[in-house]
């Protein structure tokens, strides 16, 4: 049973409704019939009117920065001219934390490590980033400068003919291998490596890659050993590196040190070693003339480079430093001797 204010509602919503269904369908019939040339914007760019938008994610750019997703805001490119403009800005301006971080490796020791340790991170390059960029660049120059280098030579005319025959005293490989009348090359490799016999199950297979090895040592006097040397190196000084942070350990066993900052330490490190020889290549190539003093100057510097970074990074007295830098040095050494030989002797293997 309806009462009179009942009665006197229901007339008022179905006003309200009829008012209100010419109002909403405009909208509608607006949107369901777009201009064909209106751009298709993104809704923040529509929430404001007349703002930037990122091309890459669609966000407002209230500068030059994205906040979203870090983008630079660009105007498209138009010109070759314009391309060329962007390039050398992203060079010499954009990404100048990349001269800033080689200026700081090459001049300063130890102190990427500490400003990394200290969390001020963003105005230099990432460590490993670091690191492996300039070990691609080192080894790609060191191959590219030693195709001529001979690892062994087992050639009895051209031994003969070398200076180091007249040395008395002095072994020579080439009797070992001389060819015979009417012997291939792969005959003389068999010659001068015979199949070895194996003691054991487990030998089968060593003996077999040592006798391949051999032969193949002969046959290209040591060109196969030295690509594959050169190839395992950057990986096998990559792997050093945790080996050398663990011996840091015992060394700086107190006060306690994270095994990371060790590891990071060794990181730039030899990062600065492979700028530094890169540097030094240039100059001498440049200046041949001052080759000698260039040696002399890396043969000071680089002792000197390393004691500084460890008493920046660990803060230590410098007579404690330099006594851990002797022992340090010893072990590098030894590490180092072992990582080559071991290099030398996978690289042969796996011919």
């Keep these: 049973m309806s009462t009179p204010a009942d009665t006197s509602v229901q007339p008022q919503a179905a ?5 209100a269904a010419p109002g909403a369908a405009t909208p509608a019939t607006t949107a369901a019939a777009p201009s064909p040339a209106a751009p298709q914007l993104p809704a923040a760019a529509i929430a404001t009117p007349g703002a930037r938008v990122c091309d890459n994610c669609g966000a407002r750019v209230p500068d030059k920065y994205c906040g979203n997703c870090g983008q630079r805001l660009e105007p498209p490119l138009q010109s070759v001219w314009h391309f060329i403009q962007i390039a050398t800005e992203d060079v010499t301006h954009a990404d100048s934390r990349v001269w800033r971080t080689l200026a700081a490796l090459l001049l300063k020791p130890g102190f990427l490590t500490r400003q990394f340790l200290d969390g001020r991170r963003a105005s230099y390059l990432p460590p490993v980033r670091l690191y492996l960029v300039l070990s691609v660049v080192f080894f790609i120059w060191f191959s590219a400068t030693h195709q001529q280098m001979t ?5 009895a005319s051209r031994s003969a003919a070398s200076p180091a ?35 054991g199950p487990w030998q089968d297979w060593i003996l077999g890659r040592v006798t391949h090895a051999c032969r193949m040592v002969v046959l290209d006097d040591g060109r196969s050993v030295r690509d594959a ?9 990559f792997l050093f590196l945790p080996l050398l942070a663990a011996g840091m350990m015992l060394v700086y066993w107190w006060p306690r040190h994270f095994y990371v900052e060790h590891l990071l330490l060794f990181v730039h490190n030899h990062a ?11 100059v001498s190539a440049l200046l041949p003339v001052a080759v000698s003093w260039i040696r002399f100057a890396l043969c000071v510097y680089v002792p ?3 004691y500084r970074s460890m008493r920046v990074v660990y803060g230590q ?3 404690l430093t330099f006594g851990k830098l002797v022992v340090l040095s010893f072990f590098y050494l030894v590490s180092g001797v072992l990582m080559i030989a071991l290099t030398v002797a996978y690289s042969g293997l796996s011919l």
């Design 15 to 19: 006003g309200a409704a009829a008012g």
């Design 165 to 199: 025959a007249a040395v008395p005293g002095r072994q020579q490989y080439g009797p070992m291998t001389a060819p015979q009348a009417d012997e291939s090359a792969q005959q003389r490799a068999e010659r001068a490596c015979p199949n070895l016999s194996p003691q």
């Design 229 to 237: 040397f050169l190839h395992n190196l950057p990986r096998a000084m």
């Design 151 to 155: 690892v062994l030579n087992l050639d």
């Design 304 to 306: 000197w480079y390393v």
């Design 272 to 282: 600065f070693g492979f700028l530094l020889l890169l540097l030094a290549a240039g």
């Design 317 to 319: 007295g410098r007579w």
